[in-house]
């Protein structure tokens, strides 16, 4: 690892359960000197992503807060799928949950709640495991067969228990199913007594960012409510897939707008001549 890397990685030490670090924690978790430890953490907290507290120890900074509320603002999925998921929850009267992922985790991004209890359940920021509940396997069904087969290699036991497959043949197998249905549907993998319906969100590239997932209680779900909900979250997810692509073209239209006109090349009248390839000149203007 660069010292960049060990630096970065810092920040992977902190969870609910550990919200304050010292230079012994990161000492021994980087496998590198007291001094060199204090000098990564000095060095992120002169930039905020750190404070310091009492007793040398050292918690998140005002500078994630900051990133935070620009992430709220401006990020494109949040931005575009917000109105979607407000016409969802206002349509079906159910909650609605934004999902992205990095690695190897899922994260509630936005939502909206009918039941405030739900909301502890899932709340923003909180990592959760990419093989239970809808909003995740929708996202891991999705994902590139590079990263499939990397998460089979890493994570068999989990898949396993998952009851995703015993093998990589039965694991693919079932994320195909789920990809040819769009949807996905589970019933309390995450919280019991609730069931979620989730779509994916793709970029203008079509790879997976994230997942819109409806979250109904069990007992009201029935047969044709299932058909019902797997219909409205599919087309919010693709509404908001369109809402991508058009925020795409219209920033790539604006930065195109924006190349003065003499940076632009233009052909020239009278080009004399140049050398072909295999040695006599030949007119490329008017002869």
Same mark, same amino acid.
């Given at each position: 690892?660069?010292?960049?890397?060990?630096?970065?990685?810092?920040?992977? =030490?902190?969870?609910?359960?550990?919200?304050?670090i010292g230079h012994d924690d990161v000492a021994c978790t980087l496998g590198c000197s007291r001094a060199t430890a204090y000098r990564y953490l000095k060095a992120l907290a002169d930039t905020g992503v750190l404070a310091s507290v009492s007793g040398g120890a050292y918690v998140l900074g005002p500078r994630i807060i900051e990133l935070d509320r620009l992430i709220r603002r401006n990020d494109p999925l949040l931005t575009t799928a917000r109105p979607a998921m407000e016409s969802l929850s206002a349509e079906l009267q159910a909650s609605v949950m934004l999902c992205s992922y990095y690695g190897?985790?899922? =994260?509630?991004?936005? &939502?909206?709640? *009918?039941?405030?209890?739900e909301r502890m359940d899932y709340e923003r920021g909180r990592p959760m495991?990419?093989?239970?509940?809808? %909003?995740?396997?929708?996202?891991?069904?999705?994902?590139?067969?590079?990263?499939?087969? &990397?998460?089979?290699?890493?994570?068999?036991?989990?898949?396993?228990?998952?009851?995703?497959?015993?093998?990589?043949?039965?694991?693919?197998?079932? %994320?195909q199913r789920i990809r040819r249905e769009r949807t996905c549907v589970t019933h309390a993998e995450v919280v019991p007594g609730l069931t979620g319906v989730a779509a994916p969100i793709f970029d203008p590239e079509k790879k997976v960012l994230g997942s819109i997932t409806l979250v109904v209680s069990e007992k009201q779900l029935t047969a044709a409510s299932e058909s019902l909900l797997r219909t409205r979250v599919a087309d919010a997810?693709?509404?908001i897939g369109e809402g991508l692509s058009a925020l795409r073209s219209r920033s790539l239209g604006a930065q195109s707008a924006?190349?003065?006109?003499?940076?632009?090349? *233009?052909?020239?009248?009278?080009?004399?001549?140049?050398? &072909?390839p295999d040695g006599p000149r030949i007119g490329v203007g008017p002869t």
């Open positions: 690892m660069s010292s960049q890397d060990k630096m970065l990685g810092i920040l992977s =030490l902190f969870s609910d359960a550990k919200v304050e190897d985790q899922v =994260l509630c991004t936005d &939502s909206i709640w *009918t039941q405030a209890s495991s990419m093989f239970a509940g809808a %909003m995740a396997k929708v996202i891991l069904a999705n994902v590139s067969p590079y990263q499939l087969r &990397s998460l089979m290699l890493h994570h068999a036991e989990e898949i396993r228990r998952a009851g995703l497959g015993e093998n990589w043949k039965e694991f693919n197998a079932n %994320m997810a693709e509404r924006a190349v003065p006109a003499h940076q632009i090349a *233009t052909p020239r009248k009278n080009a004399t001549r140049q050398r &072909s």
